[in-house]
């Protein structure tokens, strides 16, 4: 139930899988890119850092002198770590090497969980008219995921089409029915999306069906497909959507945000 006085705020959407290389920062990028094409104000926040999402939206290493790491530990005002980037509705808070180190900086910090939360909900948010914020999480389940999941509305899962994938999936649960218990009980799962899909391969299709039959309704229709296309566009510093509209990996990352929009607008009613 949304609180009429109150001007709904955005949409928080945790991208999250303790493994690395399975898609999480090419899914928030092109993710980000394809609801700011549809019209949505999208913040991106590079909560990784190796600063990939950054670097992908080209945010160069010697621009970043207010990150993350500024937001969180000196309680910096949104207005110095927001950059924009080449789509007016596309905006990202990026990331250093220095967010390393945040983890252990924040232990003995009372509110060490709550960090992102409240530096999401500052008042300042408001001007931003948000639609979306998208975390991009580090390969890890730290403090630093766990400050991505309880200041989230919902956690988005790339599933990578390989083997075992879904074991590592039991573990992430476990950190979200955590969160839930503790800090963030309205914590839903956006929806778990497969990546780096490869129809002609048998493995691709086991682990569809597998994720199917155990997860049902959460596993979005949209698979993303494997596509050079998709790997390719960082290395010239935009989204999929911008490098090759009409690469199956841009059709792809569209179609997963209208089934994101679609759940959305459903929830909201
Ligand atoms: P993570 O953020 O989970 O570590 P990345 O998004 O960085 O994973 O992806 C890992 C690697 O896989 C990157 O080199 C990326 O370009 C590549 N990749 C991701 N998705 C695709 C795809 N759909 N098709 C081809 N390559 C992809
Ligand atoms: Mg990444």
Known sequence: ???????????????????????????TINLGAALAQAGQRVLIVDLD????????????????????????????????????????????????VDLSSADIELISNEKRSYLLHDALRQTEMDSYAL?????????????????????????????????????????LMLTVREVRQTANPNLRIEGIVLTMFDSRNNLSGQVEKD??????????????????????????????????PNSRGAEAYRALATEIMQKNAAIAA
């Open 1 to 27: 139930m949304t609180d009429p006085t109150r001007p709904r705020g955005p949409r928080i959407i945790a991208i999250a899988n303790q493994k690395g290389g399975v898609g999480k920062t090419t899914t």
């Open 131 to 171: 639609d979306y914020v998208l975390i991009d999480c580090p390969p890890s389940l730290n403090l630093l995921t766990v400050n991505a999941m309880v200041a989230a509305h919902s956690v988005l899962v790339p599933l990578q089409s390989e083997f075992f994938a879904l074991e590592g999936l039991s573990q």
């Open 211 to 244: 994720a199917r039959d155990n997860l049902g309704e959460l596993v979005f229709k949209t698979r993303i497909p494997r596509n050079v296309r998709v790997s390719e566009a960082p290395s010239y510093a935009v989204s999929v959507l911008e490098y090759d």
């Open 49 to 96: 850092p190796q600063g990939n999402a950054s670097t992908g939206l080209g945010i160069e290493a010697d621009n970043r002198e207010y990150t993350t790491y500024e937001l969180l530990l000196e309680e910096i005002a949104l207005g110095e770590v927001i950059q924009s980037t080449n789509d007016d509705n596309l905006m990202i808070i990026p990331a250093t």
